[in-house]
DNA sequence: GGGTGTCGATCGATCGATCGATAGACGACG
DNA sequence: CGTCGTCTATCGATCGATCGATCGACACCC
């Protein structure tokens, strides 16, 4: 619950950023108050407002900028990859790597989508559709390549790995028991049998 | 966002319980205020505190109901298969269910437990623990049964599986294309698979 | 006439947001 | 050089609204 103020070395602007994340993050952005949020940031909250427009602008550019770069770092793995099954482990692994080290920023976009006002969400929503679809279309193309049985039904299977994968951000601490890099091959491995692969012994990288 | 009104004929104290699950999942507990509750229940805000303690109280009550039936029936699943395989495909089937006709409640169970306070915390947490040492020891189970590489992890498999079978509560809506009966088998084919049992071809009952 | 429900009125606190004022940095002009 | 005007950053004070919670009063019922 108690959250350590942020370095008051950066720039106003970054701290108010940082402090908007470490307290939507813990607290939620209906239990963080426009004081909380400039004690945090080492202001007043007049001056808070020198920085961002509204309580919610401030959310909604946490959120476009983690979702941009999910959508981002997606279409790199797509493009440096060729095969099926590597594209989609590498996908895994990209995606529990974000979820491990920025799990505030995934924590907001995951489960404040629901505060915003129509535009906004609008907004939002779209962006988390394109990052979804990239993923579909990785997992059709598994499907497809390991001859899976018509039965298999890959939106499914696709919210069952995004699922499981940004659960990595509720739980994973960095002085834990494993590595994030091990952790992010054991997921691709779960991912990939998840989905039918028979014997997913692709090297890491 | 707009939620309809709670059915009025119901006895005034459901009504309060059901306002409270459709507005705290709706919009969050900060984001639910007492007179929202008392307006969704028909009720005045004074007569709320005639039914219910705090407006935490009412979280807890919320949280504590749907923790113990998730134990209650996880350990009805243990006691009623002894198959390891088909102890977990159970356990699968009986959370994802549990997820989809209840999105409310394990909406608010999974994502409202840092605004406890500390005592009431402490109460849920432990009961979580309680339902997950389940699962952990059932996956551990299956682990050894199939003679898994010593390098298996349990406790990531569990983590994976628990948020990938809660992750239905965020998607699934009863007019969709698939039954819940078939999502719940075709989640438990995917966990198993997940956890590495080579051909999961069993009954779905 | 003691419970059982229900309510309007109201409490002090806090909410998100805005105001006008102030202090300093920087360049332009004479 | 000095000294204006503008721009950026910051603040205390305060706005109206809403927050969670409580009070005393009223109505009904057994």
Not at 44 to 55: I, N, Q, R
Not at 126 to 149: C, F, K, N
């Amino acid at each position: 619950m108690p959250v350590p103020p942020t370095a008051s070395t950066a720039p106003a602007e970054e701290r108010v950023r940082e402090a908007a994340l470490d307290l939507f993050a813990a607290r939620g952005y209906h239990g963080t108050g426009i004081r909380q949020l400039a004690e945090h940031a080492g202001l007043s909250s007049a001056s808070l407002y020198h920085y961002m427009g509204t309580k919610e602008d401030l959310l909604v550019a946490i959120m476009r900028t983690c979702l941009e770069r999910l959508i981002a770092d997606a279409e790199a793995v797509v493009t440096a990859r060729a095969d099926p099954e590597e594209r989609l482990a590498e996908l895994i692994r990209m995606h529990v790597r974000a979820h491990a080290e920025r799990p505030r920023e995934t924590r907001v976009v995951d489960g404040e989508v629901e505060v915003l006002g129509a535009a906004a969400r609008a907004e939002v929503i779209t962006l988390r559709d394109r990052y979804e679809s990239i993923w579909q279309s990785v997992v059709e193309d598994v499907l497809t390549a390991i001859g899976a049985p018509a039965g298999e039904d890959a939106r499914l299977a696709r919210r069952a790995l995004l699922e499981m994968c940004s659960g990595v951000a509720r739980w994973y601490r960095p002085d834990g028991r494993s590595p994030l890099e091990d952790v992010a091959d054991r997921y691709a491995v779960l991912g990939l049998r998840l989905v039918g692969v028979p014997h997913p012994s692709h090297p890491s990288h």
